[in-house]
């Protein structure tokens, strides 16, 4: 905008003069700084009825020898410079202010709030001025990008036999890993169990993916923890076989001279994620 009106005016003085004493080239830094008084003067005039506005009632407000309405501050006799000791007035609700701000917003890299209304207090008097920074960084499609929240599902509660009072392993879940190479090109592979409940592991290493590889994996498991009464398991070929293998066993024999129970097996679907962090 500072350009523009720089451009316009400059227009306009070089129709008011001869041809040898018409300014061409780009705009000088001077030119840039005697726009924005201009552009600071219209606000100024647009928005506030002079020193004694009732806005301003409780700002100790002075007009300078260019025109434009200041504010005096608890600083006024600091060594520095006459805009930080004396800002320039400005409303809070103007379109020449918001882009004022969104301008600093961008030259500083998107910062927030309390920083912005930091580094334009160095120059400016925004009344209202952190209500008119939030409005502007709101707006900010940049910053909304960034700071929007992600999509976030909310978690369904776990499942009775997740929360249930059991033994480690009564309740668990199976998966295989691997393949992994043993010394002579022997191919091996990993069968996972862990504990629905408190989430204890247990590995065995499986010579084959064969029903029978597995079964013996499992013998050597209950030996070692004891009989799952729920196995959660996908639908490998393995697994189901073992299951059906396991389905024409005798289990009123078995609890009768065993005093065990049978295995509930669980076969989740091929789209059931959640059982790949269970097992």
Known sequence: MVR?????????????????????????????RKEELIIFRIVQKETFQGEDDKKLKFLFVYKDEDGLLRVKIKIIYRKDTENFRKPVLLPSEHEVVSRLICFHHEKNSHCGVQTLINILRETYWILRGRKSVRRVISSCVICKRYSSKNLECV?????????????????????????????????????????????????????????????????????????????????????????????????????KYGTVNSIDWKFNPPTAGWSEKLS
């Not at 129709?15 to 830094?29: D, F, Q």
Request: proline share 2%; hydrophobic share 45%.
């Open 155 to 255: 978690t369904a509660p776990l499942p009775e036999n997740r929360v249930c009072d059991a033994a480690v392993f009564q309740i668990a879940g199976i998966d295989t890993a691997g393949s992994l190479f043993l010394k002579g090109n022997q191919k091996v592979w990993v069968l996972l169990f862990t504990c629905a409940v408190y989430k204890a592991v247990h590995l065995e290493l499986l010579s084959g993916v064969s029903t029978e590889a597995f079964l013996m994996a499992l013998r050597r498991f209950v030996a070692r923890r004891g009989r799952c009464s729920i196995i959660y398991c996908d639908n490998g070929t393995n697994f189901v076989g073992a299951a059906n293998v396991l389905r024409t066993l005798d289990w009123k024999e078995v609890i």
């Open 4 to 32: 523009l009106v720089g451009w316009i005016t400059r227009f306009i003085q070089n129709c008011h003069s001869i041809k040898e004493n018409r300014n061409i080239g780009e705009l000088t830094a001077s030119e840039f």
